[in-house]
């Protein structure tokens, strides 16, 4: 079995920190941001102007996964790349994780949807994560940014009268757009068959953003494989969750989303610069809350939690 330490500080290539090492310049949005915005509906198809430039479909984007349960970790057995973080015991390689029906997005976060929350709120963030292309995933925020966003996309759409009749339903029920929990991604990315890829066990670069240069458009690479009609679930950026890195058993702790001091949150699904190993659906990658690299990004989920 491979081993990949992740309780190092900066050698281990999935841990990425500290917020000694990051730069966290911030500024606000100017008027070039305002008129960039408003030339989108030219260059982003598929997506709606008047909602936050979500994706153009019956939910805006967002993907029912089925409640039920399934394997989470991995098994050397079947996967000869596992590492030791992904085993779920010292007894058992995986172990069964049931999880309620939630909701997921179709595509990572896109720079034109963050813009668009940026520009309503005046929120500072850092520079980078405006100045990647409209329709590629938005890179460079930290996971309070992150968080920040799903809040208040959250309150836009409780807000907004034209919100799917089904969304809006679930809302008033109390459940609530946030970051998806690692087994929450981890099952939208491989379903119920144990899959070792997003797209089946055997390796395919032409399914996949990886060992490449930058990223490109979300949903830009046809995946007929892939679960739930999902894209860039491997490759293309990190996304974040709002899980706590822990080892396993995994525990979903809605409370701990705090920006504890030793804390690093979970991301999964590697990026344009990483390897085949490292685009497996259940790789287990931890950042530091307060880092932004071009290579992080986030999908939004929706799902009963529990008020923070």
């Not at 836009?156 to 929450?184: C, F, I, K």
């Not at 979300?218 to 007929?224: E, F, M, Q």
Request: charged fraction near 20%.
């Amino acid at each position: 079995m491979l081993t990949w330490d992740t309780t190092v500080t900066i050698s281990a290539r999935l841990v990425i920190g500290f917020v000694g090492l990051v730069l966290v310049g911030c500024h606000s949005r100017d008027d070039s941001q305002v008129e960039l915005l408003r030339e989108l509906p030219d260059s982003l198809s598929g997506f709606r102007q008047d909602a936050w430039f979500l994706p153009d479909d019956s939910l805006l984007g967002f993907v029912e996964i089925p409640s039920g349960p399934f394997l989470m970790g991995s098994a050397p057995s079947i996967d000869g790349q596992a590492f030791d973080n992904e085993r779920w015991s010292a007894e058992r390689a995986q172990g069964t994780v049931d999880l309620e029906t939630y909701f997921i997005g179709r595509f990572e976060v896109t720079t034109a949807q963050f813009l668009a929350y940026v520009i309503e709120t005046e929120s500072l963030v850092n520079d980078a994560a405006l100045n990647t292309t409209l329709d590629h995933p938005v890179s460079s925020v930290s996971w309070p940014d992150a968080l920040a966003y799903c809040r208040w996309l959250d309150q836009a759409l409780r807000n907004w009268t034209e919100t799917p009749a089904t969304l809006r339903r679930y809302l008033e029920r109390g459940w609530r757009v946030t970051l998806p929990s690692e087994a929450e991604w981890e099952k939208a990315a491989r379903g119920t068959d144990g899959r070792i890829y997003s797209w089946g066990n055997e390796l395919n670069n032409n399914v996949a953003n990886f060992n490449t240069e930058g990223t490109r458009p979300v949903g830009a690479i046809d995946c007929p494989t892939c679960l739930f009609g999902l894209h860039d679930m491997s490759g293309n950026v990190w996304e974040l969750t709002r899980s706590q890195y822990r080892a396993y058993p995994f525990v979903d702790d809605h409370s701990a989303v705090d920006l504890q001091t030793d804390a690093l949150f979970v991301m999964r699904g590697g990026s344009f610069t990483d390897q085949a190993n490292t685009i497996r659906s259940s790789v287990r990658g931890g950042t530091d809350p307060g880092v932004r690299r071009p290579i992080i990004g986030f999908r939004i989920s929706l799902n009963p939690l529990t008020p923070d």
